[in-house]
């Protein structure tokens, strides 16, 4: 009983390796912290380039009408001014639809979903002229903490969505 109080005492008295312990402490609560930021920026970069490329895209769309834009020429436009994403033209959803003021619009979205392989229907209505068109994208970006998508809102297993959405009025004849 003696050995053992003795090699317990000698143990507790011991501080080599304190410092390992206090570093490891600091350092995983530091670069997590760093870790978030940088998705964080990461993220908000991508949404950016996404309400972006939305932006020059319809704002070709409003200035020069064409029954050329369909559908998919307008997701490969947004596709090719946004950069950032990967597979954009299979995961890009695209909305368009007349605005009506006096009733609004819904504020759900309707992404891919890359757990279920489901891909949402989706309204698409050039509207005519003198309307006000509302069109939303919606992309789910994979994070690279999959254990930080906590932080975002409306984020999924799957990933986190971001929306862009813009309106527009038609120009007359």
């Known amino acids: ?9 000698r143990f507790r008295d011991d501080e080599r390796g304190s410092s390992t312990v206090e570093f490891v402490i ?3 609560t530091f670069l997590t912290g760093f870790f978030w930021v940088f998705e964080t920026g990461l993220i908000m970069t991508k949404q950016m380039m996404l309400e972006r490329a939305l932006d020059i895209t319809v704002r070709e769309l409003r ?8 559908h998919d020429y307008i997701k490969e436009e947004i596709c090719d001014k946004a950069l950032v994403f990967n597979d954009c033209a299979d995961t890009l959803f ?3 639809d007349e605005f009506d003021p006096s009733v609004g619009y819904a504020k759900n979205y309707k ?12 309204t698409w ?3 005519s002229r003198n309307e006000i068109v509302y069109i939303r994208a919606c ?3 994979d994070p690279l903490m999959p254990n930080g998508i906590a932080l975002f809102p ?13 309106a527009f009025v038609n120009e007359p004849d």
């Open 26 to 28: 600091v350092a995983v």
């Open 111 to 122: 992404c891919y979903d890359k757990e279920d392989d489901i891909a949402p229907v989706t």
């Open 139 to 141: 992309i789910i970006i």
């Open 154 to 166: 409306g984020t999924s297993a799957t990933g986190v969505p971001l929306v862009a959405d813009t």
């Open 63 to 70: 200035l020069y009408a064409s029954p050329l834009y369909t």
């Open 1 to 9: 009983m003696f050995t053992f109080k003795k090699n317990l005492r």
């Open 125 to 127: 209505s050039p509207g």
């Open 94 to 96: 695209l909305e368009m």
